[in-house]
């Protein structure tokens, strides 16, 4: 596969293909999921539950994660990888300029950090000393504590006009991209027709420029046997992981994946 860039996501928004995110941790899935035509590996601190088996990702360290971003870069062919900053790895400045010079020298392409206009300044500052950034909106995991749950987020109309101003902001502000996460399917279409850099999305509908899905989650993994609404396990009536993932990738593309059943609404 060509390497992929910024650039490459760029162009498939302009020309609306959509691409496909995947999460992974390690060399063998990494280079599974390159083999499948994945555009995007996200290191997510989604690992935190999946591989830690802790109950939510506030425990996972810089250092965890650039153990797996590590691993990552190992089997990696081509692919973007985009790594998370962790839980309080970014609450200054300062951190996140630290955090992320750590990340980026273990083998990440990208850093991506949970938060909306507060965190305009840090992702110019990032940006400005050569750290591409997504940001992620909606159902932001890392505060579940203070949403109360992993809830949708945007249903009220006060939230909504929240997240379309957060949107705007972090897009001046230099985001090169942005993550939503459990939003209305409609709010989600919105904002992804109202900037010009890429949005993935995750329980976010159909209309997002790409989607995201946890490895596990798509493989029909789950610790606690149950599934949120978004997952689909690809596995089904495939041959193989690899098989599975490229399934994934078609229906992202030809727009199959996720269906009405697969998002929320207002
Ligand atoms: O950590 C992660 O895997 C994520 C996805 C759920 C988007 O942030």
Redesign the pocket.
């Known amino acids: 596969m060509p390497e992929v860039t910024l650039t490459t996501l760029q162009k498939l928004k302009q020309s609306g293909e959509k691409f496909a995110v995947v999460?992974s941790y390690d060399a063998t899935f990494t280079d599974a999921a390159c083999e499948a035509g994945i555009e995007v590996i996200?290191v997510?601190?989604?690992?935190g539950m999946v591989l830690q088996g802790h109950d939510s990702?506030l425990p996972v360290s810089v250092d965890d994660m650039t153990y797996h971003t590590r691993c990552v870069k190992r089997g990696n062919r081509g692919a973007l990888i985009m790594t998370?900053l962790p839980f309080m790895a970014y609450a200054t400045v300062e951190q996140a300029l630290a955090s992320s010079g750590q990340l980026m020298q273990a083998g990440a392409h990208m850093v991506?950090l949970e938060g909306g206009h507060w965190l305009c300044d840090t992702v110019t500052r990032l940006t400005e000393r050569g750290v591409p950034v997504c940001a992620?909106l909606g159902l932001t995991?890392q505060t579940v504590n203070v949403l109360g749950g992993y809830k949708v987020q945007g249903r009220q109309e006060h939230q909504a006009r929240q997240l379309r101003a957060d949107a705007i902001a972090l897009e001046q502000a230099g985001a090169a991209c942005l993550?939503l996460?459990c939003v209305p399917s409609e709010l989600a279409a919105e904002i992804t027709q109202s900037v010009k850099i890429p949005v993935i999305g995750?329980g976010a509908g159909g209309s997002t420029d790409a989607q995201?899905l946890?490895m596990h989650d798509l493989l029909g993994l789950s610790l606690s046997g149950r599934s949120p609404k978004f997952v689909k396990n690809f596995l089904l009536g495939q041959n193989s992981i690899t098989d599975a993932i490229a399934a994934y990738v078609r229906a992202v593309k030809d727009g199959s994946f996720p269906g009405p059943e697969h998002g929320f609404s207002a």
């Open positions: 999460t996200l997510g601190d989604s690992l990702t998370d991506k992620h995991p993550l996460e995750i995201v946890v």
